[in-house]
């Protein structure tokens, strides 16, 4: 052949099998530059030389430099320049493994459509980002804006904004989506879907429950008992109950300022009591004993010497009392020779030592017996 030969020719090409297959190539000055055949084979090593950049023909038309290695894809800058209607493949990948877009219609992937770990963005200037970094961590990124808001549709198919991300916090999302205006009420967990723990360093905002409170850097927790390190909560009938109050009070419910002694035996209150017996103090059982201890107390609104067993007697303030014999309002109490009782001191009766006296009457009695009198100590 020589340099100057530029035509098609029909010809026949051995394959590897010795058999001779009709063909029609191409030549442009000498170099073969497409062959079209019939069928398809591998060119034998006969006529191999003579047609380099092939070796296998393909059925149809084959382009130099397409060889069987490279899966249909030509290496050289031969190319079909021009419109076709149909391909089996687009860069050497099977047509079959593109996914179709209709015009109107929606796309759809049959199988998981795999992205490495550049992923992939949206957006004209690739705004938002999905991708895999340090090698396992998924990242969500807007690499051009300041936000990123979330959408969902709620139960009446409207479109609602829970939430909107920025660089310095996490927000509720705006109430009206078409002009970005307003902010939306929205929770964080449900009363049937709460969260389990949430962590924070600092808490602002209105909290209906709490296990714990912040006392002088330490977190206690609250207790309806007197328990050590925790917080004085009210129990079921709104009372606190603690060992020690320190500070000061500026009211109180009860009436009478008690201290405890100890007893030869239990008394009930409103009790006159004299010092003596087994114990520190025992019942009155005469007239005017200069021994007078008090009246046990029935309710103290400040008790001193809580701690120690016995009975707590009042010193001073008001006292329900037990008082043997009529009596009126103003009258001078001592002690009465009804054990455990005081008596009204006549208004004849010479002044008694102010050591026998339990206090004065703040009621009126007609009762000849023994009932409880509100008296002042």
Known sequence: MGDTVTQFQSTNIRDNGGTSRPVIKSII???????????????????ASDYPGFDVVRQGLTLKNTINSTGGV???????????????????IDASNYVVSTPGSATEFTTVVEFSDLGLTVGNTNDLAIKIVDDNKGLIANEQGTQTYFQVQNSSAAQKMPLRLTAEAILPGYSNVATWTGVETVNIGSASAGFSTVYATTFSGTATNSQKLEVGGVSRSASTSATANTVAG?????DLTANVFRGTATSAQFADLA??????????????LVFGGEAEVTECKIFCDQRLAGVVSTNPAHLMNEGIDGVAIALKGRVPCKVEGVVRKGDILVT??????????????????????????????DDAGVKMIEVAV
């Open 74 to 92: 030509t290496s050289t800058g031969h190319r079909f320049w021009g419109t076709a209607s149909n391909a089996l493949k687009l860069n050497g």
């Open 234 to 238: 009210r129990d079921g009938a709104g």
């Open 259 to 272: 201290e405890k002694y100890t007893s030869d035996k239990d008394y009930e209150p409103g009790t006159v």
């Open 336 to 365: 009465g020779p009804v054990p455990g009782t005081a008596t009204a001191l006549k208004s004849d009766s010479a002044m008694p030592s102010p050591y026998c006296v339990v206090g004065k009457s703040l009621e009126d009695s």
């Open 29 to 47: 000055n000498d170099e073969v530059i497409h062959i079209i055949s019939a069928q398809e084979f591998t060119i034998g090593t006969e006529d």
